[in-house]
């Protein structure tokens, strides 16, 4: 889709009314810019009308990139202001930029990237899917982190129209009919989209839909199959400068993430993957994700190294488990959210310990869960111990933080 403007002027209140009442109530006041119309790009242009992308429209205003690069936003526009600072800065070439790691293996930190090594990534993804110079983009991410900046990016780099939407937990785009060739989510905001009308709408007009941060549970990955557009799980972290790999959701069978243009994997002795990317801040990346190589580029996710248990001499992967386990917990306690972590253990040395949120073995139902996790499960699969917590903690990334959450905890 590109976006059309007549050069006739209206009134601010009169430019929305073809927006959706979720978007916020602008003031009266004259814009430069007429009927907002969605023209096809497969049908002709008309010779007197003016294709005019390089748009971004945020919750009280639409921004061309020229009043980007100018500084033209409204100053009580707070909720945006970093994210449109951001974009005035690498619209005046900027070259380094400051990238904050999401802390969910580790303590947070920042890394400065040099501009051309997120240039690559928005390159490499845009290749990957076959997009083209003037699409249309949805960001419902937080623009503090790699994956909400790196959809700034993507516009400016596509000259796109963005729709910047205040993150949370149903996506949303201001304008119904639009059709948008891009866009990211979490799982959380999957779920939530998923389930609601409006938003599983939203879901629908996605043509290629990212979903990142943490992997997605195999009863939402049966569900996607039913989205129209494309629907790929991503793979990577902020020293890689987001997804240097993806992975078809819409699939059978295990989850297969092939790598990006000019990426290459392969795998350390101890089964870790390395990562050799054009994007990446470091010529070669070691990570502690264990993986089941099938080639150069191609490879299955098993866990995190760190996370492993050990235990009685078995290693155990708590993502794996949580991904067989997630589809009997759901039909006990559809609300509430669990995850598989390690606790010690006098004869086994590490034991798998279950953290639930607001689910305690008083609960009615927690008996029945482990008995049926007992029938269809490996038996070195079944936790030896059961922890409720009032809440998890998150990362600024919509990510469950373990060790944040366990930290109470620990001795």
Same mark, same amino acid.
């Given at each position: 889709?590109?976006?059309?403007?007549?050069?006739?002027?209206?009134?601010?209140?009169?430019?929305?009314?073809?927006?959706?009442?979720?978007?916020?109530?602008?003031?009266?006041?004259?814009?430069?810019?007429?009927?907002?119309?969605?023209?096809?790009?497969?049908?002709?242009?008309?010779?007197?009308?003016?294709?005019?992308?390089?748009?971004?429209?945020?919750?009280?205003?639409?921004?061309?990139?020229?009043?980007?690069?100018?500084?033209?936003w409204r100053a009580k526009d707070q909720t945006w202001e970093a994210a449109l600072r951001f974009c005035? =800065?690498? %619209?005046?070439?900027?070259?380094?930029?400051?990238?904050? &790691?999401? *802390?969910? /293996?580790?303590?947070?930190?920042? #890394?400065?990237?040099?501009?051309?090594?997120?240039?690559?990534?928005?390159?490499?993804?845009?290749?990957?899917?076959?997009?083209?110079?003037?699409?249309?983009?949805?960001?419902?991410?937080?623009?503090?982190?790699?994956?909400?900046?790196?959809?700034?990016?993507?516009?400016?780099?596509?000259?796109?129209?963005?729709?910047?939407?205040?993150?949370?937990?149903?996506?949303?785009?201001?304008?119904?009919?639009?059709?948008?060739?891009?866009?990211?989510?979490?799982?959380?905001?999957?779920?939530?989209?998923?389930?609601?009308?409006?938003?599983?709408?939203?879901?629908?007009?996605?043509?290629?839909?990212?979903?990142?941060?943490?992997?997605?549970?195999?009863?939402?990955? =049966?569900? %996607?199959?039913?989205?129209?557009?494309?629907?790929?799980? &991503?793979? *990577?972290? /902020?020293?890689?400068?987001?997804? #240097?790999?993806?992975?078809d959701l819409k699939a059978s069978g295990p989850l297969l993430y092939k790598a990006l243009p000019g990426v290459k994997f392969s795998q350390s002795e101890s089964g870790k993957l390395v990562i050799k990317a054009p994007m990446a801040i470091a010529q070669t990346v070691y990570t502690n994700d264990v993986v089941e190589l099938m080639d150069s580029t191609t490879f299955e996710w098993k866990g995190r190294a760190d996370f492993v248990v050990n235990s009685g001499g078995v290693k155990l992967y708590p993502e794996l488990i949580e991904e067989e386990m997630e589809p009997y917990w759901r039909k006990y306690f559809p609300h509430n959210r669990f995850f598989i972590w390690k606790t010690s253990d006098k004869l086994l040395g590490e034991a798998l310990l279950l953290v639930t949120e607001r689910v305690t073995t008083d609960n009615p139902d927690m008996n029945d869960f482990l008995i049926t996790i007992g029938l269809h499960l490996p038996k070195y699969h079944i936790p030896k111990r059961i922890l409720s917590v009032d809440t998890f903690k998150m990362t600024a990334s919509s990510k469950i933080n373990k060790l944040e959450t366990l930290k109470p905890f620990h001795k």
């Open positions: 889709m590109i976006v059309i403007f007549t050069r006739k002027i209206l009134a601010f209140r009169e430019f929305f009314a073809n927006f959706d009442d979720g978007f916020a109530q602008p003031v009266i006041q004259t814009y430069p810019y007429a009927h907002l119309k969605i023209h096809n790009p497969r049908t002709p242009l008309n010779s007197h009308r003016r294709a005019y992308r390089e748009l971004v429209i945020t919750s009280s205003e639409i921004l061309t990139f020229d009043q980007l690069k100018r500084g033209d005035q =800065q690498w %619209l005046h070439g900027e070259e380094y930029f400051t990238l904050k &790691t999401s *802390g969910s /293996t580790g303590a947070p930190k920042e #890394i400065q990237v040099h501009r051309e090594l997120m240039r690559k990534s928005a390159a490499a993804t845009k290749k990957y899917l076959g997009l083209r110079i003037g699409c249309t983009l949805l960001c419902n991410l937080n623009t503090d982190m790699i994956a909400g900046k790196m959809m700034l990016v993507r516009a400016m780099e596509w000259k796109g129209c963005l729709f910047l939407r205040t993150p949370s937990s149903v996506i949303s785009c201001p304008i119904r009919e639009i059709d948008i060739d891009f866009g990211a989510v979490v799982p959380m905001q999957l779920q939530a989209s998923m389930e609601d009308p409006d938003g599983l709408k939203t879901l629908n007009r996605i043509a290629n839909l990212l979903v990142g941060g943490a992997p997605t549970p195999p009863s939402l990955r =049966q569900k %996607l199959k039913s989205l129209k557009g494309r629907v790929f799980q &991503t793979f *990577g972290m /902020t020293e890689t400068v987001s997804h #240097i790999a993806m992975a």
